[in-house]
């Protein structure tokens, strides 16, 4: 039975982490600059308003350290000390150029990513919090970043310019770029029927399995990308989950079921969906040799125009740059696509998404949403 988790915040509530620690806290950050820590059982254990009462737009738990919890709000980012909710420890304005979209933590606690409305990625050093690297490949805003694990070194970003970037922090050049308007293109000219729309894939979430080869990314066409990183960090495969009947917001890989490949999603229609990707094609190369499709190669420039129509209202002009090996590693990429095995289990919660947080609560594997309100609804996922 699902729990409802209210009187945290007075505004709809936008962003929710976990605790890696052995009491696995919880964090939530809503509209107006409010931030609320829980117990497993829901219980606040503390509330704080933040200055300037901007929108917490992503909370962050150290894994290194699980008294240190991240918070971005406007073009900053706070330290707090979660067991002791009162005045930020740290506080590092700027850190995000503009507006801060997401936050993303490497393994070891040591570098902070940074996603922000410019379209930048900002990579915060810890101890010190200064910046080492500022990353602009980005055309429009960077909505998510994601460190792969077992990889500090390695970051993905994703934005509204349907772009997938994969970065080694050595470099301020991406070590390959995918660009999902293209496959989606590609996908269409096979699939389209006369008078059918589609969204294009603006890209909300980023997320990594555990085993820190797969990549998922929720987007506005209602799936869930997805892309298999090979040695070398090569991009090898990618293909698609059709998730959603309208935009999907969040996708979540759960790192406690029984294997990596559970994915937990959300999306504008009010349903949240607990995924198997274990056999889909992208995960499991022995099943692609019954659905490959080789995607062409890319061609670049198009549909410059149709591009420049989609996106936002904050959208950047982008510089002209060397694309040439980005190019060459997405054409090297195959295309599958699954075929339509569903969910696993299927909830309509009603009500369009704005974050999901998989947790283990008092040794009930959940997933923890927040919505358009100002509670948490808290959902099983022991039917499994």
Same mark, same amino acid.
């Given at each position: 039975?699902?729990?409802?988790?209210?009187?945290?915040?007075?505004?709809?509530?936008?962003?929710?982490?976990?605790?890696p620690?052995?009491?696995?806290?919880?964090a939530?950050?809503s509209?107006g600059?409010?931030?609320?820590?829980?117990?497993q059982?829901?219980t606040i254990?503390g509330?704080?308003?933040?200055?300037?009462?901007?929108?917490?737009?992503?909370?962050?738990f150290?894994?290194?350290?699980?008294?240190q919890?991240?918070?971005s709000?406007?073009?900053?980012v706070?330290v707090?000390?979660?067991?002791?909710?009162?005045?930020?420890?740290?506080e590092?304005?700027?850190?995000?150029?503009?507006?801060i979209?997401?936050?993303?933590l490497?393994?070891t606690?040591s570098?902070l990513?940074?996603?922000?409305d410019?379209?930048?990625?900002?990579?915060?050093e810890?101890?010190?919090?200064k910046?080492c690297?500022?990353l602009?490949?980005?055309?429009?805003?960077?909505?998510?970043?994601?460190?792969?694990p077992?990889?500090?070194?390695?970051?993905?970003?994703?934005g509204?310019?349907?772009q997938?970037?994969l970065?080694?922090?050595?470099?301020?050049?991406?070590?390959?770029?995918?660009?999902?308007?293209?496959?989606?293109e590609?996908?269409?000219?096979h699939?389209?029927?006369?008078?059918?729309? =589609?969204?294009?894939p603006l890209? +909300?979430?980023?997320?990594?399995?555990?085993? *820190? #080869?797969?990549?998922?990314? /929720?987007?506005? @066409?209602?799936?869930?990308?997805?892309?298999r990183?090979?040695?070398g960090?090569?991009?090898?495969?990618?293909g698609?989950?059709?998730?959603?009947?309208?935009?999907?917001?969040?996708?979540? =890989?759960?790192n406690?079921?029984s +294997?990596?490949y559970?994915?937990v999603?959300? *999306? #504008?229609?009010?349903?949240? /969906?607990?995924? @198997?990707?274990?056999?889909?094609p992208?995960?499991?190369?022995?099943?692609?040799a019954?659905?490959?499709?080789?995607a062409p190669?890319?061609?670049?420039?198009k549909?410059?125009?149709?591009?420049k129509?989609?996106?936002q209202?904050?959208?950047?002009?982008?510089?002209?740059?060397?694309k040439?090996?980005?190019d060459?590693?997405a054409?090297?990429s195959?295309e599958?696509?699954?075929e339509k095995?569903?969910?696993k289990l299927?909830?309509?919660?009603g009500?369009?998404?704005?974050?999901l947080?998989?947790?283990?609560?008092?040794?009930?594997?959940?997933?923890?949403?927040?919505?358009?309100s100002?509670?948490?609804?808290?959902y099983?996922?022991?039917?499994l």
């Amino acid at each position: 039975m699902a729990r409802q988790w209210s009187e945290g915040h007075s505004t709809p509530i936008l962003c929710v982490g976990v605790s890696p620690a052995p009491e696995g806290l919880l964090a939530s950050g809503s509209e107006g600059g409010e931030v609320t820590v829980w117990s497993q059982e829901g219980t606040i254990i503390g509330h704080l308003r933040l200055h300037g009462e901007e929108d917490c737009t992503s909370v962050v738990f150290s894994p290194a350290a699980p008294g240190q919890l991240y918070v971005s709000h406007g073009d900053t980012v706070s330290v707090l000390d979660p067991r002791n909710l009162k005045s930020p420890a740290e506080e590092f304005h700027g850190a995000g150029e503009e507006e801060i979209n997401a936050l993303a933590l490497n393994d070891t606690g040591s570098a902070l990513a940074v996603a922000d409305d410019s379209g930048a990625v900002r990579v915060l050093e810890f101890p010190g919090g200064k910046v080492c690297r500022t990353l602009r490949r980005h055309t429009n805003i960077c909505s998510s970043v994601a460190f792969r694990p077992q990889r500090p070194n390695n970051l993905l970003s994703a934005g509204l310019d349907m772009q997938v970037m994969l970065w080694g922090l050595q470099k301020t050049r991406p070590l390959w770029t995918l660009n999902l308007q293209d496959v989606a293109e590609e996908e269409d000219d096979h699939q389209q029927r006369p008078g059918q729309l =589609f969204n294009p894939p603006l890209v +909300h979430c980023v997320s990594v399995a555990s085993c *820190g #080869n797969i990549v998922g990314c /929720a987007a506005e @066409d209602g799936r869930v990308h997805l892309m298999r990183i090979g040695s070398g960090s090569k991009l090898e495969q990618q293909g698609a989950v059709k998730a959603h009947s309208q935009g999907a917001s969040q996708a979540h =890989f759960v790192n406690f079921l029984s +294997h990596p490949y559970w994915l937990v999603t959300g *999306g #504008n229609d009010g349903q949240v /969906a607990l995924w @198997d990707l274990s056999k889909h094609p992208v995960v499991t190369p022995e099943a692609k040799a019954k659905t490959r499709v080789t995607a062409p190669p890319r061609r670049k420039g198009k549909s410059k125009a149709k591009r420049k129509e989609q996106t936002q209202d904050k959208a950047k002009t982008p510089e002209k740059e060397e694309k040439e090996v980005e190019d060459e590693a997405a054409a090297g990429s195959e295309e599958v696509m699954e075929e339509k095995p569903g969910p696993k289990l299927s909830i309509n919660h009603g009500d369009k998404v704005n974050w999901l947080c998989p947790a283990v609560l008092k040794g009930e594997p959940s997933v923890v949403v927040a919505d358009q309100s100002s509670s948490l609804t808290v959902y099983p996922l022991s039917q499994l």
